[in-house]
């Protein structure tokens, strides 16, 4: 397992995928090391930040490999149910590239259970690991100008929803009505990286 410092007070480990930065990332918090302040996970990376006067890095690199054996926490996962309106304006080419009807390609990406893998791009937008391998294909070549709050898309091997309207590349499936994105409320994002999101299909 590859790490590296970051200045003298974080660490960047890399991980096989995104998955397994998130489950780094709960063995970790498991452990309560003194000294430790944050866990960032992003693609396949884990950021690790520290107190380096409390925290033990040369001892943390050692067990590194001991954490990985660890099951994730559980109950630090939160599950969300996100009604989708599979409406979008790339359904059907998806389902003609896909060789997949309209339907199917609902069914395939309704169907998976997605993991938060990060949060990036745009204030609250998270990328969800979890995509069917039916449904992966690169972005758009030309991305749109503007994509609306709730589009709900699909990129390479993630699926996302868009928190507020800004340009992007995305290929839209349908859109939610559900807030993923408030600065009124105390945590802002709904969504957090470890988070479980189920979509739900509307009639």
């Known amino acids: 397992m590859n790490t590296r410092f970051v200045g003298d007070s974080a660490l960047l480990v890399d991980t096989e995928n995104a998955q397994a930065a ?52 559980r109950n630090l996962v939160r599950e969300h149910d996100i009604e989708v309106t599979y409406n979008g304006e790339d359904l059907k080419e998806v389902a003609r590239v896909t060789g997949l009807s309209v339907i199917e390609v609902i069914q395939y990406h309704s169907a998976a259970t997605y993991t938060v893998a990060f949060l990036g791009f745009a204030p609250g937008f998270p990328y969800l690991a979890g995509l069917d391998p039916k449904l992966q294909m690169p972005r758009l070549k030309s991305p749109r100008t503007q994509v609306p709050a709730g589009a709900v898309a699909i990129a390479d091997e993630f699926s996302g929803v868009y928190p507020q309207a800004t340009p992007g590349g995305w290929r839209i499936l349908g859109h939610t009505n559900t807030v993923l994105f408030d600065v009124s409320r105390p945590v802002p994002a709904l969504l957090m990286p470890g988070d479980i999101v189920h979509f739900r299909p509307l009639a």
């Open 22 to 73: 998130q489950q780094l990332r709960a063995a970790i918090h498991r452990q309560s090391l003194k000294g430790l302040r944050e866990l960032v996970p992003a693609y396949n990376t884990l950021l690790v930040e520290f107190d380096p006067l409390e925290f033990d890095v040369m001892q943390f690199i050692r067990r590194l490999p001991q954490f990985l054996k660890t099951s994730p926490l």
